[in-house]
T-cell receptor, first 114, second 108 residues
Framework: DTAVSQTPKYLVTQMGNDKSIKCEQNLGHDTMYWYKQDSKKFLKIMFSYNNKELIINETVPNRFSPKSPDKAHLNLHINSLELGDSAVYFC?????????????FGAGSRLTVL | RKEVEQDPGPFNVPEGATVAFNCTYSNSASQSFFWYRQDCRKEPKLLMSVYSSGNEDGRFTAQLNRASQYISLLIRDSKLSDSATYLCVVKPGQNFVFGPGTRLSVLP
């Protein structure tokens, strides 16, 4: 009964390929996020969706496209992978209501681009 | 200037020591503040929220100074299991902004 689950956990692929990471939460949260943690361990927001609507879109290359089919799912598709895309990608979710600001993370998806 | 800055670390302390982490943030509109903990190769997990009046949870004490835009975390009687990276997090709006983290190693 994992709260935020993302797949795959590990992904090794060649430059130029297209890949997707899926995320699902069963917490009933309204807001979902994608964070990128690079080799220097810095966690940086990429996207956020609130009830299927994009609310945060940081400076991320167009090759990254999030998709939220419903409020429990937020997938990340990456086109034309580059070496610099190698990182751990964390999905997270939080409730929207005031005073309930907890961010719950998935276990992460480690992407290695060769 | 980074939106959230923390002590660079790493901190290497003996078991039983008291250790303090500092954090500053630049966005004065920030309304919510947290400390998260991240173990090696794991996801970040909430350690504690930080309230204006300061708050304590067992051996952990968090303080917030809004005027100075400064947050601290004090760990008393360090345990080996406290070894991790401690992430200062602020929430100015919809986004949770993470600091770079401070690594703590508690040594036997």
């Amino acid at each position: 009964d994992t709260a935020v689950s993302q797949t795959p956990k590990y992904l090794v692929t060649q430059m130029g390929n297209d890949k997707s990471i899926k995320c699902e939460q069963n917490l009933g949260h309204d807001t979902m996020y994608w964070y990128k943690q690079d080799s220097k361990k810095f966690l940086k927001i990429m996207f956020s969706y609130n009830n299927k609507e994009l609310i945060i879109n940081e400076t991320v290359p167009n090759r990254f496209s999030p998709k939220s089919p419903d409020k429990a799912h937020l997938n990340l598709h990456i086109n034309s992978l580059e070496l610099g895309d190698s990182a751990v990608y964390f999905c997270a979710s939080s409730p929207r209501r005031a005073g309930a600001n907890v961010l719950t993370f998935g276990a992460g998806s480690r992407l290695t681009v060769l | 200037r980074k939106e959230v800055e923390q002590d660079p670390g790493p901190f290497n302390v003996p078991e039983g020591a008291t250790v303090a982490f500092n954090c500053t943030y630049s966005n004065s509109a920030s309304q919510s503040f947290f400390w998260y903990r991240q173990d090696c190769r794991k996801e970040p997990k909430l350690l504690m929220s930080v309230y204006s009046s300061g708050n304590e949870d067992g051996r952990f004490t968090a303080q917030l100074n809004r005027a100075s835009q400064y947050i601290s975390l004090l760990i008393r009687d360090s345990k080996l299991s406290d070894s991790a990276t401690y992430l200062c997090v602020v929430k100015p709006g919809q986004n949770f902004v993470f600091g770079p983290g401070t690594r703590l190693s508690v040594l036997p």
